[in-house]
T-cell receptor, first 117, second 113 residues
């Protein structure tokens, strides 16, 4: 069975601070995908990144960066110089990739990030 | 660029009433999903479909039924609504077996009194 744990329920930072959102996952698959989605107050789910299990290179996109470590089953997300517009709920998710025939995501419970001006 | 469209966006039901949520996608995706989102629990999979005419149960299927008569549409039905089904429902579609990324609708907020 798959499981995604986001232990941080809510984080509050002041604008321009750096913040890291933790994600720990469990799977027996050797091939899988990891995702981060953002859910702003408007409610829609916005795709941020997908990472497959064979690619452990860290990725940076502007102020966003992701640290994937298979050894610790973690896929952490860092926002550098946070802004008020970053305030949202962030979900980490896991997708198996092999023989199930379906590729639905298993989501963590989410981390609510509040960035104060 | 419609993407994934859910109707209705909001609905209030009384216990025991029935209703259907419609999800329509215009991306010719094979896979479609219904999730529910509850506070502190993330999104949980209700039912899914890997192609026209096929459906399967997800993590929390009880009290719901689905149908995929046309590739572009995935319907979620509540035959006898219960207060425990008060939630925000998200439909998602997915291109194929190796892509992974889900495209989500805007959500449908359902309240059962």
């Amino acid at each position: 069975a798959q499981k995604v744990t986001q232990a941080q329920t809510e984080i509050s930072v002041v604008e321009k601070e750096d913040v890291t959102l933790d994600c720990v996952y469990e799977t027996r698959d050797t091939t899988y995908y990891l995702f981060w989605y953002k859910q702003p107050p408007s409610g829609e789910l916005v795709f941020l990144i997908r990472r497959n299990s064979f690619d452990e290179q860290n990725e940076i996109s502007g102020r966003y960066s992701w640290n994937f470590q298979k050894s610790t089953s973690s896929f952490n997300f860092t926002i550098t110089a946070s802004q008020v517009v970053d305030s949202a709920v962030y979900f980490c998710a896991l997708s198996d990739a092999m023989d199930t025939g379906r590729r639905a995501l298993t989501f963590g419970s989410g981390t609510r990030l509040q960035v104060q001006p | 660029n419609a993407g994934v469209t859910q109707t209705p966006k909001f609905r209030v039901l009384k216990t025991g009433q029935s209703m259907t949520l419609l999800c329509a996608q215009d991306m010719n995706h094979e896979y479609m999903y219904w999730y529910r989102q509850d506070p502190g629990m993330g999104l949980r999979l209700i039912h899914y479909s890997v192609g026209e005419g096929t459906t399967a149960k997800g993590e929390v299927p009880d009290g719901y039924n689905v149908s995929r008569l046309k590739k572009q549409n995935f319907l979620l039905g509540l035959e006898s609504a219960a207060p425990s089904q008060t939630s925000v429902y998200f439909c998602a579609s997915q291109q194929g077996a190796r892509t992974g990324e889900l495209f989500f609708g805007e959500g449908s907020r359902l309240t059962v009194l």
